[in-house]
Structure formats: structure tokens, C-alpha cells
């Protein structure tokens, strides 16, 4: 029996969860394993309930389930709300509570998308790589912090053992691909990059199957668009990670394909890279295959069941191929259809 939290959140948050949830009955039904969801408050809608964007309650749900899935928050609704009680917040403070210390997010084209990317097709073509970025340290957390009238601090400060943990479950993930590690700091600037540079060729001594080299975090940011098949495995710092993983998302077409998962030793968290998307909420119009491949990543990395992982993968693979198409991904003048008839259309190939 798996016990999943599912946290809708905001703006098209409850409509890709719907899609998520769907596929997960589906599997569940198709392969007789038993899948509790249990469904949770979170960001503006926990807010606007309990005036509190994340509840004891809700943490403590998060801590005690197998996985969690989650939506999107934010909107403009909350925007101005103090920095501490913003939705950003929150997600910072449940990535902390829950240890989330290493954030996955891989960049694959779909052929059958070739053609929704802003780059030519044969730049794109074959581009698979996954990017390890830190989730729990760097600037986002370090102190001292803070502003006045006449200044604004933040402090990028890493621990070795925060290094050394992400380093390692990059060196781990590429033995299992091509074997080719890509650290990217910002050495020549920053000591904190130095360090960071340090540990993980310390790290690389117990993987000598895997092959490491670093890159300027500028220069990454030029390669990804430049040359993306390059990439295999990409380790990084938060706020560097943060950012590139915008650009390695973006390559594929849309930000809509794109899952992630936060994992850490005791938990682990599943959502959809992009936003909450205020714009189109509640309108059927969003793309509900981030949220579905991050199901996937689910099975792959709380579950260890890569095959259901990849049957989803093919499913999602076969609904684009039939020439299935959300707004976000379809051609200019190409009928698009909803979010749920693209959920239908993915819970189909799945087969019964
Ligand atoms: C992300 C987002 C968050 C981040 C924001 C919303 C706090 O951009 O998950 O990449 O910066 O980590
Ligand atoms: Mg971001």
C-alpha cells in the first residue's frame, strides 16, 4: 500500500493534480497495488482556509505519507503579503521541514515535439539529461539575510556535508546513464564556489567509472542552448540550479512537459516544474503531462518501480505521437484540446 499526499495548491494546480490522480487509479486498478491519496491545503488556498499558507496539519501529513504530489502555489492574489508569509515561503519551509536537499529535474525532448522548441529540431534531437540541483542551502538559506532603507544582504554559504550529499547522488545517477558528470559553479568569482569545486572532486574519488568536469555557471548557461546534447548528468548549487534548470526546461518546448522530483533521506516531494499559471486557471487549458511524468519519477525514485515509471513515459510518448496537443505545445492554428481530454487520452494508452 502507498500512502500519497496530494497537494493541488493554486491557479491550474488542482487541475493537473486531477490528471496525476487519474493516472495513479489507473495504475493502481491495472496492476492490483493498493494507492491511498489523501488530499492536503497548501500555498494561497491553505491561506485563504487558515490563514497560514503551510499548516501544522499539513506538514505533518507530508512527513508521515510515502510521497507527496503537488501542484502549484502562488498567484497574485497573495503577491502582497509579507516576504515571510509569501507562497514562495512556504515552499522554501516545506522543502526544509521535509529535508528535500537534492531537486531533480530532467530535460528531455520528445520527438514528437521537436517542433514546439524555440531551437532548430537538430540542436534539440536526442537532448536527455538530468540536472541534480541543491534544494536546501546556498543563498536561499543562508544567514545573515535581509534589507534596510540603504541595503540588502543574502549570505551563499555551503557545508561540506551538504556537497558531498547532492554530489553523491549525482555520481550514483550517472553510473546508471552515460557515466558523465557536469559541475557547474562559479569558481573564478566566488570561494563558496571553490569549496563547492573541492568537495565534489573529493566525492568524484569514490566513482572513478564516471568521468567529472566543471563549467562556469555563464558558460553553462551559453552550452545549454548552444550544444544541450553535451549534458548528461548537470550537479549544481540552488540559486544556479534554479536558474538553469528555467533554460534546460525551456529547450524542450514547454514548460508544461517538464516533472521534477525534491527528494531527501525520509521524504519526498513530486510536482511539475512550472508555476500556477493565474492566467489560465480553471479554464482546462493546462497541460497535465508534468504533473504525469512527475508520477512517473514517483514510481521511479519512493517506489523503485521504474517499469510502471516507464509505461507512463510511453503512454504520455504515444498520446503526443497520436497528435494530442494542450495549447502550450500545439502549433500556431493547430486545434488544441483540454486538460482532461489529454488526461483521458494518457489514462487510455495506459491500457486496463
Ligand atoms: C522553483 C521556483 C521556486 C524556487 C520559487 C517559486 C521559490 O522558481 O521551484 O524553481 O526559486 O526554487
Ligand atoms: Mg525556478
Not at 57 to 74: F, P, W
Not at 91 to 113: G, H, M, S, T
Not at 234 to 253: E, H, K, P
Request: hydrophobic residues 40%.
Amino acid at each position: 500500500m502507498y500512502k500519497i499526499v496530494s497537494i493541488p495548491g493554486d491557479g491550474i494546480g488542482p487541475e493537473v493534480v486531477a490528471g496525476a490522480v487519474a493516472v495513479l487509479k489507473q495504475l493502481s486498478t491495472k496492476h492490483g497495488f493498493e494507492i491511498v491519496i489523501e488530499e492536503h491545503p497548501f500555498g494561497g488556498a491553505s491561506y485563504d482556509l487558515h490563514g497560514e499558507m503551510l499548516t501544522e496539519k499539513t506538514l505533518e501529513a507530508c512527513k508521515q505519507c510515502d510521497a507527496v504530489l503537488l501542484g502549484a502555489v502562488g498567484g497574485p492574489k497573495w503577491e502582497k503579503l509579507p516576504h515571510e508569509h509569501k507562497p514562495e515561503a512556504a515552499l522554501l519551509n516545506i522543502r526544509k521541514e521535509l529535508e528535500l536537499f537534492a531537486n531533480l529535474r530532467p530535460a528531455k525532448v520528445y520527438d514528437a515535439l521537436l517542433e514546439a522548441s524555440s531551437l532548430k529540431a537538430e540542436v534539440i534531437r536526442g537532448t536527455d539529461f538530468l540536472v541534480f540541483r541543491e534544494l536546501t542551502g546556498g543563498i536561499y538559506f543562508g544567514q545573515p539575510r535581509g534589507y534596510d532603507d540603504n541595503r540588502g544582504w543574502n549570505t551563499m554559504v555551503y557545508d561540506r556535508y551538504e556537497v558531498e550529499r547532492i554530489a553523491r547522488l549525482a555520481f550514483e545517477a550517472a553510473q546508471k546513464r552515460d557515466k558523465k558528470v557536469i559541475s557547474i559553479d562559479k569558481a573564478n568569482v566566488l570561494e563558496v564556489s571553490q569549496f563547492w569545486r573541492n568537495v565534489v572532486h573529493e566525492v568524484h574519488k569514490d566513482y572513478p567509472d564516471v568521468e567529472l568536469s566543471d563549467m562556469y555557471v555563464d558558460n553553462a548557461a551559453m552550452q545549454i542552448v548552444r550544444n544541450p546534447k553535451q549534458f548528461d548528468v548537470i550537479v549544481t548549487s540552488n540559486l544556479f540550479g534554479d536558474i538553469l534548470s528555467d533554460i534546460a526546461g525551456m529547450i524542450t518546448g514547454s514548460l508544461g512537459m517538464l516533472p521534477s522530483a525534491s527528494i531527501g533521506k525520509h521524504h519526498a516531494l513530486y510536482e511539475p516544474i512550472h508555476g500556477s499559471a493565474p492566467d489560465i486557471a480553471g479554464q482546462g487549458k493546462a497541460n497535465p503531462i508534468a504533473t504525469i511524468a512527475s508520477v512517473a519519477m514517483m514510481f521511479e525514485y519512493s517506489f523503485c518501480m521504474p517499469d510502471i515509471a516507464t509505461e507512463i513515459y510511453q503512454a504520455i510518448e504515444a498520446t503526443l505521437a497520436s497528435g494530442l496537443r494542450t495549447a502550450d505545445i500545439a502549433n500556431p492554428g493547430e486545434l488544441s484540446v483540454s486538460t482532461t481530454e489529454m488526461t483521458e487520452a494518457i489514462v487510455r494508452h495506459l491500457g486496463a
